[in-house]
């Protein structure tokens, strides 16, 4: 790891496992148990029997446990083990993860204070209470963050010649360069807007890149006023690249802050600039379309509340560490703020647009080496897919292995004319993507296609809008699915004529079918000709499209009716065989734990004492490790260069192991208030080969945090020689190969 010099007195963050020393670095480290014993401890001293689970001891926060995933993202760029250019991209991620927190959670909590809707969860803490710890935590977050960016990141870049030229240090010639790009490029789109009684304060967009401007003087028309704002115009770059005959070499870079700041006086003729201050707000982002409300047109109901998604009501102020209190109060005021709210740091607001380094830098060596995925010789390119499809199910994981069969799947599909039907789900795939194409070109050559679009898939709104209108105008029926359960199922289904019969044909999967996602994302496709779940599909395809009552599905799980009950149905089967002294075992992986009703399953099954591993890479709010609860569970998160996003359900199920992939989390909205598939995989092969991959991420020993039964997490340290990362293990055994 990295070290960071100390710029702050001793810190210590009780929640991470991150300590600031008495000395001049900081690194990351094992918190020692700490002198108070946690609140749990009393639930240790009571029987199994007398424990209540719904104690809220035994829970964590939801939001604080995100807070600690954030934590956990922010952590890679001090770690040594990533390409320098891919540190500064966990920065950049952690950046966004902070936006997406605040404008949807911290939005939430607000906004139940409010409206007076206070609600507890199970972990007891009322809204007031997880603001105050989010501040104090976020605030800590924060000023690491920028502290890798000013102490680590930057100096290891300008190391490898990528340099992030401040105004102080422009020669005359790159000066000179930049105000001909400011006069060029600049000035002529800006907009200044002094602050005045005809001048009010101008609406500001949710994270817009702002200045705000102290002046002295008096203008032409003889006004006199001590502030100004100015918009940044969202068509200029954040970064600006200097041509090369004005720099000794290397990459350099300068931010449009620099300039912008650099040539202020010029915005305002006649006056004096006393400062010039970046600053950014971030409002609350979440989509509250009414299903009340919608009456027959939830297309038309989504697009008038976009629009107000970018103006909703004030949850963080971001402001350079330089701007006067004066200032600070006036703009905290303007916005209806809190100090709390308020977040001044040292160096340029929005890091996520950082990530725009990767792109204009053409330096490979300073980022992960590429890789070919791994690709079955049966689906390349040119073999007939459904007659390989007909022989035997297929198991791809990506990125390890190629997405490619998956669209390939559906191409073919378009062309083939003995192709009657397809139907398919989407939630995140883009309107221009290679699956979009080839349901528009499936349309086009006449085939029945039926297209079920998530429209309020958070952030993808407006893409999956103009994808259904596209969709539309090519002749696919498309329906928005159930408006009140949002439809995160993964489905693909072909209807194939071979002979005189109808064949179905199915993708299921745990991810989106977007093919940049997929390279990025870890995630199963399941390929099948199996009739039963073809039927299933089938089923819920209907419920979808149709109106009809519950369809009774053979073989998969389908929330919100059956997936629920049949996992407690499995763990609660696991617990009976371990009291009845038989073997028993409990593996999941998702991205978030947090449905109460499987939490206490979990918490039993524990107690009759069933080994449970889970993954979880981000919010838990099971609390393992606790004497006569949970001291059975064990819980790790693995972060590493792909974002882990593969949902799995291992049972051992006395000696016949079932294993489920599906599309939901453990949460209440997966389980209860979405629409949701998961899938066994019967043939054992490919259940052996999941078990050994889920194992595989259980043995990491490089990239997983442990959860402590504090909330803390520890991060893994491997032996001398003994370096095992599931991600880098997977990626040599199923990547760069072509197998039978």
């Known amino acids: 790891m990295s070290e960071l010099p100390a710029s702050e007195p001793v810190v210590k963050e009780t929640k991470a496992t991150v300590v600031i020393k008495d000395s001049d670095e900081l690194v990351l480290e094992t918190i020692p148990e700490q002198p108070t014993a946690p609140s749990h401890v009393a639930i240790e001293a009571r029987s199994p029997e007398k424990i209540n689970l719904n104690d809220p001891e035994l829970y964590f926060n939801r939001e604080l446990s995100h807070l600690e995933f954030n934590m956990r993202v922010l952590e890679q760029a001090m770690d040594e083990n990533h390409p320098i250019l891919n540190r500064l991209m966990f920065l950049c991620i952690f950046s966004s993860n902070m936006d997406e927190f605040f404008e949807i959670r911290v939005a939430g909590l607000k906004s139940q204070l409010e409206y007076s809707r206070e609600k507890n969860g199970p972990d007891g803490l009322h809204p007031k209470d997880v603001l105050r710890q989010i501040g104090e935590q976020a605030h800590q977050l924060v000023r690491r963050q ?87 115009p969202s068509s200029l770059p954040r970064l600006i690249r200097l041509p090369d005959d004005v720099c000794d070499e290397g990459d350099n870079l300068v931010f449009l802050s620099s300039i912008i700041h ?76 809190n100090e709390v709210d308020l977040y001044k740091i040292d160096g340029p607001v929005n890091l996520s647009r950082l990530m725009a380094v990767l792109e204009m830098v053409d330096r490979p060596e300073l980022l992960y080496s590429p890789f070919s995925p791994g690709l079955p010789r049966k689906l390349a390119g040119g073999s007939d897919i459904f007659e390989a499809i007909r022989a035997r199910d297929y198991l791809l994981m990506h990125p390890f292995e190629s997405f490619a069969p998956v669209v390939d799947f559906l191409t073919n599909a378009a062309k083939d004319p003995n192709v009657v039907a397809i139907r398919q789900t989407l939630y995140r795939t883009g309107s221009r993507s290679p699956i979009a194409n080839a349901l528009v070109d499936a349309a086009r050559n006449g085939k029945e296609v039926t297209v079920v679009i998530e429209l309020r898939a958070r952030f993808d709104e407006a893409e999956n809008l103009a994808l259904a209108s596209r969709l539309q105008d090519a002749g696919a029926v498309v329906v928005y699915g159930v408006v009140r359960h949002k439809t995160h199922a993964k489905m693909i289904l072909i209807v194939r004529r071979e002979g005189h019969v109808l064949s179905r044909y199915v993708h299921l999967g745990t991810g989106n079918y977007h093919a940049g996602n997929a390279r990025l994302y870890t995630d199963y496709s399941f390929l099948t000709s199996d009739p039963a779940i073809g039927e299933d599909v089938h089923k819920v395809f209907q419920q979808l499209t149709g109106m009809s009552k519950e369809l009774k599905v053979k073989k998969l799980l389908h929330a919100p009716f059956t997936l629920r009950d ?14 009845n002294g038989d073997p028993s075992r409990i593996i999941i992986k998702v991205n978030s734990l947090t449905e109460q009703r499987l939490i206490q399953a979990l918490y039993k099954a524990s107690q009759a004492g069933v080994k449970i591993d889970l993954i979880v890479r981000g919010i838990c709010t099971l609390r393992p490790g606790v004497k006569g609860v949970s001291s059975n569970i064990r819980v790790r998160s693995i972060i590493g260069r792909f974002l882990e996003h593969t949902r799995v359900y291992y049972f051992f199920n006395n000696r016949n192991p079932l294993v489920y992939l599906s599309s939901a989390d453990g949460m209440d909205r997966n389980l209860n208030n979405r629409i949701e598939v998961a899938f066994p995989l019967q043939d054992q092969k490919l259940a052996r080969r999941v078990k050994k991959e ?14 402590q039964s504090d909330g803390s997490y520890q991060l893994s340290k491997p032996r001398k020689d003994d370096y095992r990362s599931a991600q880098r293990t997977l990626l040599k055994e199923l990547a760069d190969s072509n197998r039978k």
Not at 160 to 166: A, E, L, P, S, T
Not at 279 to 307: C, H, K, M, P, Y
Request: aromatic fraction near 10%; charged fraction near 25%; proline fraction near 5%.
């Open 146 to 232: 920028y502290r890798i960016l000013n102490d680590i990141i930057f100096p290891k870049l300008a190391e490898n010649g990528v340099n992030f030229i401040r105004r102080s240090e422009w020669t005359d010639e790159q000066a000179s360069w930049v105000k001909h790009y400011f006069r060029d490029n600049v000035l002529p789109i800006i907009s200044p807007v002094g602050l005045d009684p005809a001048h009010p304060f101008p609406r500001l967009a949710n994270k817009t890149f702002n200045f705000v401007v102290e002046l002295e003087g008096r203008d032409a028309f003889g006004r006199e006023n001590g502030l100004a704002i100015v918009p940044a």
């Open 262 to 337: 650099a040539h202020a006086d010029q915005l305002f003729p006649g006056m004096t600039v006393k400062g010039c201050y970046q600053f950014r707000l971030t409002r609350n982002a979440d989509l509250e379309v009414d299903s009340d409300d919608i009456g027959v047109d939830l297309a038309g109901a989504l697009r008038t509340e976009l629009q107000s998604r970018h103006y909703g009501s004030s949850v963080r102020l971001e402001i350079a560490d330089n701007c006067p209190n004066e200032v600070v109060a006036s703009l905290l005021k303007q916005f209806d703020l």
């Open 566 to 579: 049949r996992l407690l149905d499995m763990v609660q089967r696991e617990a009976e065989n371990a009291r």
């Open 694 to 707: 889920l194992e595989c991420y259980l043995s990491d020993n490089t990239q997983s945090w442990v959860l």
